[in-house]
């Protein structure tokens, strides 16, 4: 090959970038993004709950306002105005719960695995290596886990384990893990948690 002919071909790997796209801001540029999965929208049912009890803070007032006064009893603009009002404020209050579920993210890449919890104020980046995980398990206890199908994620490694709750499809999701380390040549122990002979650390 000539010189001219190296040339040109390293003219074409840096205007052709990177191999893989990127799909988060720590992503290295010969990494593959393998799995990408976040918690069950449960995880949100706080700031909902409170968002829901703004929406009646509008006809809660209308209410109030046309027993005080019912010789003047407030319009039917003033009540939609006041409900949209309500609508604005729930929505503002559900805002920071649905930033920590959107925002918080598990990736598995074909070199490690990585936590990213997000909030509004607060970031938090667990950051392994996918040659220490010794286990991965799995467990869905009680009705609501299992009629809305989340559950709990325990990968265990070398430096201890990650305890990742609330996770849509857990079985679905532990089986992915499984596979991409199998396919990467990394075999860990599967089972499914439950039994007073599994050792859970509270992260």
Not at 116 to 128: A, E, F, H, W, Y
Request: a positive charge; hydrophobic letters at 45%.
């Amino acid at each position: 090959m000539s010189k001219k002919q190296r040339d040109d071909r390293a003219d074409e790997n840096k205007t052709a970038g990177p191999r893989n796209p990127k799909y988060f801001k720590e992503q290295f540029d010969d990494e593959e993004v393998l799995l990408v999965f976040r918690k069950h929208p449960v995880v949100m049912r706080k700031g909902l709950i409170i968002s829901m009890i703004a929406w009646l803070i509008g006809p809660v007032y209308t209410l109030i306002l046309t027993y005080v006064n019912p010789n003047n009893p407030p319009t039917i603009a003033f009540f939609f105005w006041s409900f949209l009002v309500s609508i604005a404020i729930g929505i503002v209050l559900l805002f920071p719960s649905w930033v920590r579920w959107y925002f918080s993210t598990y990736v598995m890449t074909d070199k490690r695995f990585i936590q990213q919890t997000r909030s509004l104020m607060q970031v938090n980046v667990v950051d392994i290596g996918l040659e220490q995980i010794q286990m991965i398990n799995y467990q869905i206890t009680g009705i609501q886990e299992t009629l809305l199908n989340f559950g709990t994620i325990v990968v265990q490694t070398y430096v201890g384990d990650l305890i990742i709750r609330d996770v849509h499809h857990p079985a679905r999701v532990q089986k992915k893990m499984v596979h991409i380390l199998r396919d990467l040549g990394i075999h860990p122990t599967v089972r499914p948690l439950g039994g007073d002979d599994q050792r859970v650390i509270e992260a």
